[in-house]
């Protein structure tokens, strides 16, 4: 995901401090690790890093490395908090695994059964949708994430605007990340079990395992002090950024938390459900969620992540696939100024959690393998070179393309119209209004989340700079023109959206003043022949109105002698009469760029 944070916290049980200890027998398995994960952090531009693991139901290792904050004494440790973004979708499903054992739901059950306002742009993937499509990443759906990213709508609001998305592949034919079908899922979650997905998790899943330092919202770490900063590379540096609320889609990927509190996460997983003896979840429902559910094509850039993997596909908020003979199940999570990764090889008893505060870093994965490798007896691989060098040639790549791109652009050229007439409010069904304003001689664009200058690059493209840098950056603004001359379509790449230009509103009409009198010589009725239209003149209350067959009744407002403005029609629509001595002989409806039409009055 894009995904997200939250956070509660700090108390430890004496069972976990206790668990957190290394056996000896650990020791020489990871013997060189701390130098290893020192040197990554390094090579990877990573401020700090928290690692727990996992072995046979014990916390074999729990420690933190690097800074939380760059230039600041303080380190990570095993109890500093990050967010770990999409790692959040197995929570999500588990609470929805809990209320299948409780009966309350069913994975094959539709959708909109429990929520009865879910609707997709095709009505037979909203009737046919169910339970395990919204966890299963197959919707066919595009991953629309402008609709919740930075934006004022609330939960409710991104699920009604879902309707408007248009599929990008048709429904369950592929593998689709889609992070709004867990808010879904969450929703879902909250209706049957009428307290919200916050609650749920907090009470049903935080609570028994003792993980009293997690939460599902960033608001809880105001006044913590031992947090993660968030960072981002952007133009090359790595730069602090600020921790984004992301509540209104929380169930996706808003879960905060430290390694020790995950490990009893992951203790929960590897024991199949069971937690100190107790089931959380059952057995059943617990396979399902490890249970193979979408394939994924082996191909970029899964394939270059997981370059040993023969099978790759999604469960019910974990990624599978097989290593070295073992399956693993896995998630990671990527959010602003943070990446996180939780993994297991159930066979083994074997998981590992890693967070850093570095987004949009593969270093997790890196540190999986290693650990991975050496509880294996694997022969020993540098997993961080060679992840390093495979993310420098896709950043290669991207370097070569945008080069391309520069190199594309045709120079001397002019916009089309003056930067002014570029100014309006256009309007998407999902996302929302996009307004451009012509501000200091430039124009800027605003959306419900993100704002951007605009410099012309050629013809009628712009160049975008989003104020926003870590989620966008540059992008490209391209307006179309319509028939008439006038601005009809901006398109937004970025956004993947086409905003349609929004009616502009009416002016209020200079009138000038006219008596019931002066407005008698207008009435009657009027018609054509061809096409047959009768449109009758009447004075109702002292004002003169139309009347249409079909249609409301229209009040024409007088703006010069014999000619009127339509009240509340855009400008341009305009009646004018022509008169005959002192009785009008017929009428003209001007309608902006469409004909005139003329109509001639009844004798």
């Not at 992070?179 to 899943?205: H, P």
């Not at 050229?413 to 007439?421: G, I, M, V, W």
């Given at each position: 995901m894009r995904s997200a944070r939250s956070i509660s916290i700090i108390v430890i049980t004496l069972l976990a401090w206790g668990q957190a200890r290394p056996a000896p027998a650990q020791e020489s398995v990871l013997n060189g690790f701390d130098e290893y994960v020192n040197k990554a952090l390094k090579d990877w531009g990573v401020p700090g890093a928290a690692i727990a693991i996992i072995k046979n139901d014990q916390i074999v290792m729990a420690k933190g490395y690097g800074a939380r904050k760059i230039g600041d004494p303080s380190p990570v440790d095993e109890n500093t908090l990050f967010a770990i973004g999409s790692s959040s979708k197995a929570f999500t499903a588990a609470a929805v695994a809990m209320l299948v054992d409780e009966g309350k739901l069913k994975w094959d059950d539709p959708a909109t059964k429990y929520l009865p306002g879910f609707q997709l742009s095709d009505p037979y993937v909203t009737r046919e949708m169910?339970?395990?499509?919204?966890?299963?990443?197959?919707?066919?759906?595009?991953?629309?994430?402008?609709?919740?990213?930075?934006?004022?709508?609330?939960?409710?609001?991104?699920?009604?605007?879902?309707?408007?998305?248009?599929?990008?592949?048709?429904?369950?034919?592929?593998?689709?990340?889609?992070?709004?079908?867990?808010?879904?899922?969450?929703?879902?979650?909250?209706?049957?079990?009428?307290?919200?997905?916050?609650?749920?998790?907090?009470?049903?899943?935080?609570?028994?395992?003792?993980?009293?330092?997690?939460?599902?919202?960033?608001?809880?770490?105001?006044?913590?002090?031992?947090?993660?900063?968030?960072?981002?590379?952007?133009?090359?540096k790595v730069r602090t950024i600020a921790w984004r609320n992301i509540d209104n889609i929380a169930p996706a990927g808003a879960i905060n938390s430290n390694v020790v509190d995950m490990a009893q996460w992951v203790r929960l997983h590897l024991a199949g459900g069971e937690y100190k003896g107790a089931h959380l979840i059952s057995s059943g429902a617990f396979k399902e969620m490890h249970e193979q559910q979408t394939i994924i094509r082996r191909e970029p850039p899964w394939s270059l992540l997981r370059p040993d993997a023969h099978f790759l596909s999604y469960g019910l908020g974990w990624f599978l696939h097989d290593y070295r003979g073992r399956k693993v199940v896995e998630h990671g999570g990527n959010i602003d100024g943070m990446s996180a990764l939780v993994a297991m090889i159930p066979e083994e008893k074997l998981g590992v959690v890693i967070l850093t505060n570095l987004n949009g870093t593969s270093l997790p994965t890196a540190l999986m393998f290693k650990v991975f490798d050496a509880y294996l007896g694997a022969p020993p691989k540098d997993w961080s070179a060679e992840m390093r060098n495979t993310i420098k040639g896709l950043e290669e790549q991207g370097a070569t393309a945008q080069k391309k791109l520069e190199e594309s652009r045709v120079k001397g050229?002019?916009?089309?119209?003056?930067?002014?007439?570029y100014a309006g409010t256009y309007k998407d069904d999902a996302l929302g209004d996009a307004k451009v304003a012509f501000e200091?001689?430039?124009?800027?664009?605003?959306?419900?989340?993100?704002?951007?200058?605009?410099?012309?690059?050629?013809?009628?493209?712009?160049?975008?700079?989003?104020?926003?840098?870590?989620?966008?950056?540059?992008?490209?603004?391209?307006?179309?023109?319509?028939?008439?001359?006038?601005?009809?379509?901006?398109?937004?790449?970025?956004?993947?959206?086409?905003?349609?230009?929004?009616?502009?509103?009416?002016?209020?009409?200079?009138?000038?003043?006219?008596?019931?009198?002066?407005?008698?010589?207008?009435?009657?009725?009027?018609?054509?022949?061809?096409?047959?239209?009768?449109?009758?003149?009447?004075?109702?209350?002292?004002?003169?109105?139309?009347?249409?067959?079909?249609?409301?009744?229209?009040?024409?407002?007088?703006?010069?002698?014999?000619?009127?403005?339509?009240?509340?029609?855009?400008?341009?629509?305009?009646?004018?009469?022509?008169?005959?001595?002192?009785?009008?002989?017929?009428?003209?409806?001007?309608?902006?760029?469409?004909?005139?039409?003329?109509?001639?009055?009844?004798?």
């Open positions: 169910t339970v395990r499509d919204l966890l299963s990443h197959r919707s066919g759906l595009d991953r629309a994430e402008f609709i919740w990213i930075s934006t004022p709508y609330d939960r409710d609001e991104i699920l009604r605007r879902v309707r408007f998305v248009k599929p990008s592949s048709s429904f369950r034919s592929k593998f689709g990340y889609q992070n709004i079908m867990y808010l879904a899922a969450g929703q879902a979650v909250a209706k049957v079990s009428g307290k919200s997905w916050d609650d749920f998790i907090r009470e049903r899943i935080f609570n028994p395992l003792g993980m009293s330092s997690s939460s599902t919202t960033v608001r809880a770490i105001a006044g913590q002090n031992n947090v993660a900063t968030p960072y981002a590379k952007i133009e090359g050229t002019q916009p089309s119209l003056a930067l002014e007439k200091n001689g430039r124009l800027v664009l605003r959306t419900p989340g993100f704002v951007a200058d605009l410099e012309h690059w050629h013809y009628d493209t712009f160049r975008a700079t989003f104020r926003d840098t870590v989620i966008i950056g540059k992008s490209f603004v391209t307006f179309t023109l319509g028939p008439e001359g006038k601005t009809d379509v901006v398109n937004i790449s970025d956004l993947g959206a086409a905003f349609k230009r929004a009616p502009e509103e009416a002016k209020p009409a200079a009138a000038i003043a006219m008596n019931e009198a002066d407005l008698q010589k207008y009435a009657g009725k009027y018609e054509t022949k061809t096409p047959p239209i009768e449109v009758s003149i009447e004075i109702v209350g002292g004002k003169l109105k139309a009347v249409v067959p079909g249609q409301p009744v229209y009040t024409l407002v007088p703006v010069a002698a014999n000619r009127f403005q339509i009240e509340g029609a855009p400008e341009g629509f305009i009646v004018q009469f022509e008169l005959s001595g002192e009785r009008a002989k017929s009428l003209t409806i001007e309608q902006g760029p469409a004909p005139k039409l003329t109509l001639t009055m009844k004798q």
